[in-house]
């Protein structure tokens, strides 16, 4: 276990904000509103993006390089094995079902009568077949986890069996939804040009690629749910990064675009004819982490003040520019984890805080918070700075361009605001585990040990899945090792004639099932 329990910290203090899986919690701000017209099934999805990163589009799995824009255009061309719900849950894709054995055997049923793009069929042999491609590529831009695959049996045309050279299979399976696991056809695999003539499953085929300027994806009318389908193509446009984007948005160059900052979502917010669509990114929670084996915060009363004392709509407001999602727990409202009976467990209440701290000894409580000198943290970290001191808490911010070695290891600071790198159990291992390389003096509970445990061997029970979330949950509220503040979010600016838009992916890209245009 202690494999996935750890964490390379320099995502941690130098990482940016990256595409989020879960929409629970997302919303439409804007011009928008219900549609009068009706969907336009001609209409053509424009999506600014920038098609000269790591040398352009690549179309083969196992020749990526890890570009983040990869899965926006092959996931449509692809389509997954298994599809991520707006919850966060796993729900069938290509696979129509699936059974887990054991920690290191799943079995996946296949969707009937489904071929790709070439009329070869979809089948246990094309899934094998491009399972152990990805797997023999050893294509390390690929999800490390995926590499946990052995081997592959397919025990009939439509039943295929993965086998994992360890217990890992909480961490493999979602990768049931990753670009490690597109199937190409065997057909166009055998012809050898996947990387610019792609051909798979998906909902669209690949059509045309005019370097540095236009990738045309168009509606596969073959597809198993074309119904959810409901325009007739797609053309990424390209645009640079920055305000190039925001101006291709605004002089209407595209339909679709990521807002990468703040500054930029200002920009297009409350303009004429264009809307935004928030997301929490479920990899990114901020939060307070506390040493609890040593003054102050080795007595719980002092670490409930201080998740009584802070404000986390101040926090959205003052360090998030109101864009981001508040959350007290380490997941957001309407994520199928979240528990409403938990997050009021320590809801803001300056004037208990302040009889909390009377009651520990500590009414004139100094600390320092450690911090990397990234923009995001400091500017979190001042508006708690700012709380505290609203309950007589003089907290310092002192700043670290080492904070692996002076938080970590070295322990010079008792507390520091930092945040979660992964969704979901592997965005709070690192923490959490005995072996989590930013779980500050070695916190250790049994309650998170055994809740852990149960998360992990509860993929395919959800009733034990939610039990195990409600415990960990539950332990965490109670015990305070770590205070979750807010989320920060993920921002689309798009054309009012964009409808439907409803979920991004972790993966990148958008969940197009469902989008549609008006004229």
């Not at 246990?124 to 049996?153: H, I, T, W, Y």
């Amino acid at each position: 276990m202690g494999r996935r329990w750890t964490l390379t910290l320099s995502l941690v203090v130098t990482g940016a904000v990256l595409a989020s899986a879960v929409a629970a919690g997302a919303r439409v701000r804007g011009a928008g509103g219900v549609p009068t017209a009706k969907a336009d099934p001609k209409g053509i999805l424009r999506i600014a993006t920038d098609l000269s990163t790591f040398g352009g589009p690549n179309f083969d799995p196992i020749t990526t390089k890890g570009s983040p824009l990869d899965f926006d255009w092959d996931a449509p061309v692809y389509d997954t094995l298994v599809h991520v719900a707006k919850d966060g849950s796993f729900v069938p894709g290509l696979a129509a079902s699936w059974k887990i054995r054991d920690a290191q055997t799943v079995e996946l049923q296949l969707r009937k009568n489904v071929t790709f793009h070439d009329g070869t069929p979809f089948n246990s042999d094309a899934v094998k077949a491009g399972l152990l491609r990805s797997l023999d590529s050893n294509n390390r831009a690929m999800p490390e986890s995926f590499f946990a695959l052995e081997s592959v049996d397919a025990a009939s045309p439509l039943s295929v069996t993965l086998h994992l050279r360890e217990p890992a299979m909480d961490s493999f399976f979602p990768t049931l939804h990753s670009l490690a696991t597109f199937i190409p056809s065997p057909a166009a695999i055998s012809k050898g040009d996947l990387a610019t003539h792609p051909v798979g499953a998906g909902p669209f085929t690949f059509e045309s690629l005019t370097t540095e300027q236009k990738l045309s994806e168009r509606k596969w009318s073959g597809y198993w749910n074309a119904k959810a389908i409901r325009f007739a193509g797609l053309d990424f446009i390209q645009t640079a990064t920055g305000p190039s984007t925001v101006n291709a948005l605004l002089t209407d160059q595209v339909d679709l675009v990521t807002l990468s900052n703040t500054a930029d979502a200002k920009a297009v917010g409350g303009r004429a004819g264009v809307k935004l669509f928030e997301q929490p990114s479920p990899a990114n929670t901020y939060l307070i982490t506390m040493c609890l084996s040593k003054p102050p915060f080795d007595k719980l009363k002092v670490r409930q003040a201080i998740a009584h004392a802070v404000d986390r709509a101040a926090i959205n407001q003052g360090a998030l520019d109101g864009l981001g999602f508040p959350s007290p727990l380490p997941v957001r409202q309407g994520s199928q984890f979240y528990f409403p009976d938990l997050a009021r467990k320590n809801a803001h209440d300056p004037k208990l805080a302040k009889r909390l701290l009377k009651q520990a000894g500590a009414t004139n409580l100094t600390f320092e918070f450690l911090e990397p000198p990234v923009p995001s943290f400091l500017r979190v970290a001042e508006v708690v700075q700012g709380e505290l001191k609203e309950v007589g808490v003089d907290a310092k911010i002192v700043q670290s361009t080492n904070v692996v070695q002076d938080l970590f290891i070295d322990n010079k600071a008792p507390a520091a605001v930092l945040y979660t790198t992964s969704a979901g159990l592997p965005g709070l291992l690192p923490y959490l585990g005995s072996e989590g390389l930013a779980n500050l003096c070695h916190y250790k509970n049994a309650k998170v040990d055994q809740a852990v445990a149960q998360i992990q061997s509860s993929l395919g029970d959800n009733a034990k899945l939610m039990a195990g979330w409600r415990q960990l949950e539950a332990t965490l509220v109670n015990d305070l090792p770590l205070v979750f503040l807010a989320s920060p979010t993920v921002v689309l600016g798009l054309q009012d004639r964009v409808h439907g838009v409803n979920q991004i992916f972790e993966s990148g890209g958008t969940n197009l099932e469902g989008v549609y245009l008006t004229k």
